[in-house]
């Protein structure tokens, strides 16, 4: 072969190359889902989680089946593994402190039960608190916490928790679902009304409104939901009163407790230091960590338990037998028959591993998830049946409490806010009822998921399913419903100052 003829067949080797790539790179070209994938999805998601749930599987097993059919799904918009995996590792590493939080939990639970501190509450809990005002004590005590330490986090492991020991300690007494769905609602309702908490300050940043005045219009949707509730909690006791004036089985409970530990106010020690570390902004997971450890020396100098056992039991778990082994003039057998070591055997990080390995799974998922842009397809969709303020304050809804589902109540703000904020703004409605409407339905609809780390949260800490959550938390449904009857009705929605709209419609 000649050698022009050589260079010419180097030349079309070359160009076939070239073609080859640049196929590959057409093949490869990164796009968003379509609006049939994404919903295609999504409906794969639902019914990979109701299968799980009604055949009882391991919820871990079910979110690596989820987050393998986001995979895939990226995979078809030309995205790499590398490039996903990626993204969920860098959402891990934004919610590591989250993850520690349910550590760190587990650790004070255990704390907690070794110093006597839970066992207090429990105990003075029972003989207060009477079984049919259980649901609304916790309604009440809950809010309370959460109000004045603008965390539903540490509202629900530590008010909701103690609500929660006095009612699977009365049993069959009271209605289990309904007390926790009012720990839970109680829990949410600080953190959409407290100015210390962080998703009402940002809500009322990123709209950029001051945060009392976010405080005022948000009162117009928690504050008659919270009443209405509160009836709702008060007839139902009232209604419950006279079938049970006092718990079967708690007096051999009550007696076992004070068999096994002393009782002092200074064990509300570690309670202190949580409130504290919550006003004061500290960081949570060091706060906690601090009354856990309190805890210990607690139990080691005032209830007279090995220090050794305190140390392990924030790893391994409260075991009840300690006490039984030092003491064995105590009947071990009566104590058993109490029931009160189901109640007392708990905590430790070793009882949060699952949780853990969950969250770890669900912050991945919601990583690649918000990655090949989902969420954007499904949004930019819904808007199309925005008619009026009714219209507009739905849809809203339903993209907060999809974005909660995805990424969490601070992702509502972070990336609702935006995305919705020219919408209102072009409607001649003032960004306050965008902030009233990102915490009507954003804060608080993540513990209705249960592969979201506020769910597992939730769900670890008060003893039940994220279903029963939605189920018994009539605040929530409430608050939703006042906010699109406001909408439809243009009740309570401020509209925005003449000169704003003009300078809007000339933008």
């Known amino acids: 072969m000649s050698v022009d003829g050589q260079s010419k067949y180097k030349e079309k080797v070359e160009g076939r190359k070239t073609m080859n790539k640049e196929t590959k790179k057409q093949r490869r070209q990164k796009r968003k889902p379509t609006l049939t994938e994404s919903i295609v999805l999504v409906l794969l998601i639902v019914a990979v989680a109701a299968s799980f749930t009604l055949l009882g599987l391991k919820s871990v097993l079910m979110m690596v089946t989820i987050t393998i059919l986001a995979v895939i799904m990226g995979l078809i918009c030309g995205y790499s593994w590398k490039e996903m995996s990626a993204a969920g590792e860098e959402k891990v590493r934004k919610s590591a402190s989250v993850m520690m939080l349910l550590l760190v939990i587990g650790m004070m639970l255990a704390a907690f039960m070794y110093s006597g501190t839970l066992p207090m509450v429990l105990y003075y809990g029972i003989k207060l608190v009477n079984p049919s005002w259980l649901a609304l004590s916790g309604f009440l005590l809950c809010s309370v916490f959460s109000l004045a330490t ?286 009233r409407t990102l915490e009507d339905f954003g804060t608080g609809s993540t513990g209705f998921y249960p592969w979201t780390s506020s769910g597992i949260l939730y769900a670890s800490v008060l003893g039940a399913s994220n279903l029963t959550f939605l189920r018994y938390s009539f605040f929530s449904w409430l608050v939703w419903a006042f906010a699109i009857f406001y909408g439809f009705t243009g009740l309570c929605i401020k509209k925005a100052a003449p000169e704003t709209q003009i300078t809007e419609v000339k933008a």
Request: proline content about 2%.
């Open 150 to 435: 603008g965390t539903s986090n540490g509202s629900a492991s530590t008010a909701g928790f103690a609500i929660m020991s006095i009612a699977a300690a009365m049993g069959d007494a009271v209605n289990f679902g309904l007390v926790a769905g009012a720990c839970y609602a109680g829990s949410m309702l600080g953190d959409k009304m407290s100015p210390l908490s962080d998703t009402t300050i940002l809500a009322s940043m990123i709209t950029e409104n001051d945060i009392f005045d976010h405080i005022r219009h948000m009162s117009k949707t928690v504050g008659p939901a919270a009443l209405i509730t509160i009836i709702i909690y008060v007839i139902y006791g009232a209604m419950n009163h006279g079938a049970t004036t006092s718990v079967d089985g708690t007096a051999a409970l009550l007696s076992a407790l004070e068999t096994l530990y002393s009782f002092n106010i200074i064990l509300l020690l570690p309670f202190v230091v949580i409130i504290y570390g919550a006003i004061t902004k500290k960081d949570t997971n060091i706060v906690i960590l601090l009354a856990a450890l309190l805890a210990v020396l607690l139990g080691f100098f005032y209830q007279g338990l090995p220090l050794a056992n305190g140390i392990n039991a924030m790893h391994s778990g409260f075991n009840a037998q300690i006490i039984l082994d030092m003491h064995p003039e105590i009947d071990a057998e009566a104590i058993s028959a109490s029931g009160v070591l189901t109640l007392l055997n708990r905590g430790g990080i070793s009882a949060m591993v699952d949780a853990f390995i969950i969250t770890f799974i669900c912050m991945y998922f919601a990583g690649i998830l918000e990655y090949i842009g989902l969420m954007d397809v499904l949004v930019h969709r819904v808007f199309g049946f925005v008619k009026g303020t009714g219209s507009l304050i739905v849809v809203s809804g339903i993209i907060c409490i999809l974005l909660a589902g995805t990424a969490g109540s601070t992702a509502v703000i972070l990336i609702g806010g935006p995305m919705l904020l020219q919408k209102y703004k072009e409607m001649g409605l003032h960004t306050l009822n965008l902030s």
